[in-house]
Each structure stands twice: as C-alpha cells, then as structure tokens.
C-alpha cells in the first residue's frame, strides 16, 4: 500500500526558508504523475485545515492567497515526490504542513478539496515553526 511521508520541516527565523517534500513510499513508476490532484494543507492549532497550494489536472499550479509568491510547488514525477518551497517565511504560516494526492479530477478544483478528508491519501504532515 503507497505511504505519504513528508519531510523538512523545521524551526526558522522569520522571512527564512524551508523546503517539504514528500515521498510516495511503496509507489509504482508512475504513480505521482497519476494524481491529478496533489498539493499540501496546513493547519495551526486551534483553527481550521488551509489548502495552501496544488498542481491541479491541468498541471497547473495554484495557491492561497496568503502563500502566493512566497511558496512554489514542483511534483517530480521520475521520483514519486511533490515538493513545497517555503521562502519569506512568516510567523503566521506556523502549523503542520500534509500533503495529499488523489487520482481524480475535482471540478470544483483541487485546491478546494486538498485539506477535505475526501482526498484518498494524506501523509502524517512534517511541523513547521516561525519565529
């Protein structure tokens, strides 16, 4: 069975960097260029899951508002792993970060749905801290 395992979070300083990426363990060849919807979800606690970027089935990458041109989001597809660049990190953007991916088209569009329980698969998330 495929596993979400993320990883490179961490504690920085405001307005540092970070990179996440996570890895579809036990995956096919193929199997990330499958997911027609793959992105991250934060949530902080006390409030409620933030779709924070996607590569939607068009390919196209999309973002909240609040990350937009802070944060790029790449899928490398040879190695099955979605990354997450965080630059000009804020303390705001404090919380866990998960990725999730699923192989079906939402025509309500991907990043709606990213940090629903509907998606098929979800990693365990990797914290991230800014302070």
């Known amino acids: 069975d495929v596993q979400l395992v993320e990883s490179g979070g961490g504690s920085v300083q405001a307005g540092g960097s970070l990179k996440l990426s996570c890895s579809a363990a036990g995956s096919a060849s193929g199997y990330m260029s499958s997911m027609y919807c793959a992105g991250w979800f934060r949530q902080a606690p006390g409030k409620e899951r933030e779709g924070v970027a996607v590569?939607?089935?068009?390919?196209?990458?999309r973002y909240a508002d609040s990350v937009k041109d802070r944060f790029t989001i790449s899928k490398d597809n040879a190695n099955n792993t979605l990354h997450l660049h965080l630059n000009n990190l804020k303390p705001e953007d404090t919380a866990m970060y998960y990725c999730a991916v699923d192989g079906r088209i939402w025509h309500s569009g991907c990043l709606r749905v990213v940090a629903k329980d509907l998606m098929a698969y979800r990693g365990q998330g990797t914290q991230v801290t800014v302070s």
């Open positions: 590569i939607d089935s068009d390919g196209s990458a």
